[in-house]
């Protein structure tokens, strides 16, 4: 099951995080994995991980808010099965405290990251019969988050964005749907709570993952193994839904 032989997918962000888990997971399971970072270092040490297991990987350095750079790369790919928007970035803080250089900057990545690569996929999706987006969204899409003003807005569009795509190509063969996790356990999320909260680390760290009424972070292979399924033959009934990963935030937290 979750095969995914001779599938040929992007995944962006790839260079840590959940990413990272996606495309191994994804060269595991037989697919060749174009990993897109914005760091040449970090994509090659996915693309390291990926040889370790055995599998196929091709890296690109590339912004994903460049939309000529995303046709550049695509185009260089030739052809399509499989697109997981990853690629983003957090903020904190709400409408007063948030600047417009960084409400712009987390559009620019966010938003027009996702619009761009779905932009350039699409096409090569409908020409080759059809093929599977997923995007990274957020249970902040769904729900009130404090001091996340400009991240809620942005993974609110991924969401609305996705529903779009999913009708619009229907007859295309297109699925579409987006993976909204609570707070998973990445690299990214030490490098933030470190940068924000200094000196409160482990206090910071507890509170979020108890935040989650399962009581821990989520881990990046547990975000994977679902967009893993989501993108397999095994979900071809799916398109225009949205999955929390979540540990029972949206409907356990009273």
Do not use: W
């Not at 620019?108 to 990251?113: D, E, F, P, R, S």
């Not at 902040?140 to 609110?156: C, E, N, P, Q, W």
């Not at 680390?201 to 994977?224: C, H, N, Y």
């Amino acid at each position: 099951m979750f095969r995914l032989d001779d599938k040929i997918a992007v995944v962006t962000g790839a260079g840590s995080g959940i990413g990272r888990a996606v495309a191994c997971a994804f060269a595991k399971q037989g697919a060749l994995v174009h990993v897109l970072d914005l760091s040449e270092e970090s994509a090659n040490q996915t693309i390291e991980l990926i040889a370790e297991l055995d599998g196929n990987a091709k890296a690109h350095v590339v912004d994903v808010s460049d939309q000529s750079a995303i046709r550049e790369v695509f185009a260089s790919i030739g052809k399509l099965d499989i697109l997981v928007n990853n690629a983003g970035i957090a903020h904190i803080g709400n409408v007063e405290t948030t600047g417009e250089e960084d409400f712009q900057r987390i559009f620019n990545i966010n938003v027009k990251g996702v619009y761009n690569c779905m932009n350039a996929a699409v096409p090569m999706l409908k020409s080759n019969g059809g093929g599977v987006i997923t995007n990274l969204s957020s249970i902040a899409a769904l729900v009130g988050i404090t001091d996340r003003f400009a991240y809620s807005m942005s993974k609110g569009a991924v969401h609305a964005m996705s529903l779009s795509v999913a009708r619009d190509y229907l007859s295309s063969g297109i699925r579409c749907n987006t993976v909204s996790p609570a707070r998973v356990h990445t690299p990214f999320v030490d490098g933030f709570i470190a940068k924000n909260y200094p000196g409160r680390e482990q206090e910071i760290f507890e509170k979020l993952s108890k935040s989650q009424p399962i009581g821990r972070m989520g881990t990046v292979d547990e975000v994977a193994a679902l967009i893993l399924f989501l993108s397999s033959s095994e979900a071809a009934f799916i398109t225009g839904c949205d999955y929390p990963v979540d540990g029972g935030f949206l409907n356990l937290n009273n």
